[in-house]
T-cell receptor, first 116, second 113 residues
């Protein structure tokens, strides 16, 4: 089955700890994204990548880092600099059209991160 | 003014009711309009996709876009308890190289049996 796999489903972070959220897709999509979702806040873009070895900051990148070494994988690290990391994290992917328009996002099932 | 405005609800209706969900936007360059459905603690799934103005129907769901009023709607006919979810509108403009969709904050719908 083609799709986007996020793991783990639940993750707990201790004070001062970095944690990494996994995102893998087998849709052969060029673009991948990380969103953060807080209650009543909607989706906020953290980072996105349109091509391997390249990525751009979204609206709330501070305290987060990413890598894109393979087309299929786009892991997100929540660093100790992110002081309020408790949220639902969503990974998404899309086809990048010629004009750069990135509609039709396909989402993974999410990771709930909580602070111990 | 925010780019996309969406009433968060919650919206509660009885089974069989017609539901109307709406978003307004300010950027006249938007041409791609989507509705996503998100069940609790799950990833959003694409429900409807519309390019530019007009209507699109898929089963019990109808999406409408009125670009002159900068207003989009999603209608659900004969609503079912399984329609209980959060509905997110999303939109984008062409030639936004490297830019993702702009989402509304979502409307929570509850359909009671």
């Amino acid at each position: 089955d083609g799709g986007i796999t996020q793991s783990p489903k639940y993750l707990f972070r201790k004070e001062g700890q970095n944690v990494t959220l996994s995102c893998e897709q087998n849709l052969n999509h060029d673009a991948m994204y990380w969103y953060r979702q807080d209650p009543g806040q909607g989706l906020r873009l953290i980072y996105y990548s349109q091509i391997v070895n390249d990525f751009q900051k979204g609206d709330i990148a501070e305290g987060y880092s990413v890598s894109r070494e393979k087309k299929e994988s786009f892991p997100l690290t929540v660093t100790s600099a992110q002081k309020n990391p408790t949220a639902f994290y969503l990974c998404a992917s899309s086809i990048v059209r010629g004009g750069g328009t990135n509609e039709k996002l396909f989402f993974g099932s999410g990771t709930q991160l909580s602070v111990l | 003014q925010k780019e996309v405005e969406q009433d968060p609800g919650p919206l509660s209706v009885p089974e069989g009711a017609i539901v109307s969900l709406n978003c307004t936007y300010s950027n006249s360059a938007f041409q791609y309009f989507m509705w996503y459905r998100q069940y609790s603690r799950k990833g959003p799934e694409l429900l409807m996709y519309t390019y530019s103005s007009g209507n699109k129907e898929d089963g019990r769901f109808t999406a409408q876009v009125d670009k002159s009023s900068k207003y989009i709607s999603l209608f659900i006919r004969d609503s079912q308890p399984s329609d209980s979810a959060t509905y997110l509108c999303a939109m984008s403009s062409p030639n936004q190289a490297g830019t993702a969709l702009i989402f509304g904050k979502g409307t929570t719908l509850s359909v009671s049996s």
